[in-house]
């Protein structure tokens, strides 16, 4: 199982959701035409799934490692 995330697109929303379920949405955004929810949204995905990818390897080391 995965614990990335993803942006789905909706007609009046943008939705972040774990990949592995993107019926498990965690966050949605309203597009009102001011607010720049597309952006958000990816901002927000982009930001977890990078430090996602940081902490990998240090979950990986033997315990006591570091």
């Not at 955004?29 to 990998?56: C, H, I, K, Q």
């Amino acid at each position: 199982m995965s614990d990335r995330l993803a942006v789905i697109e909706e007609r009046d929303r943008f939705l972040v959701v774990r990949e592995d379920d993107p019926t498990d949405w965690l966050c949605a955004f309203a597009r009102d035409g001011e607010f720049p929810a597309e952006r958000w949204a990816r901002n927000m995905v982009s930001t977890y799934n990078d430090r996602l990818e940081l902490a990998e390897p240090a979950a990986r080391r033997p315990a006591g490692r570091q």
